[in-house]
């Protein structure tokens, strides 16, 4: 089989918010941005590689989720535990730099974890949870 990964999917509450942090602090590409208010749909992806990309949507915009579910979603997303991604970086100390000059909240400062990683984490505008491994 050869199969890719094209799309991830992270919920956002505030599509401004979101659109400002992957576009201007991460300085993904907008691939498309689709829909009004809080009912948009963002794709982002990183430049120079136009086959993955981040769905950036509203979480309770599925018909099949029920009020209980969204309020649900919404606790979740509040407290940081809903969503999160893994990227990935050469140079993890200018990117952990440049995110904490942005307002985005950092959750862990660039640490050598015990299983060979060198990663941090930080909060975008909805809560998910962003992580930044260091490419050796």
Known sequence: MDITI????LPHTDPD???AFYRDVLGFEVRNDVGNGKMRWITV???GQPDTS???APPAADPGVTDDERRTIAEMMAK???G???LATKDLTGTFEKLQASDAEVVQEPTEQPYGIRDCA???PAGNLVRIQELR
Do not use: K, N, Q
């Not at 094209?6 to 999917?9: D, N």
């Open 80 to 82: 940081g535990t809903y």
């Open 54 to 56: 981040i769905l950036l």
């Open 45 to 47: 992806g990183p430049a």
């Open 84 to 86: 999160w991604i893994l």
């Open 122 to 124: 930080f909060r975008d």
């Open 6 to 9: 094209h799309t991830s999917f």
């Open 17 to 19: 918010a979101s659109l």
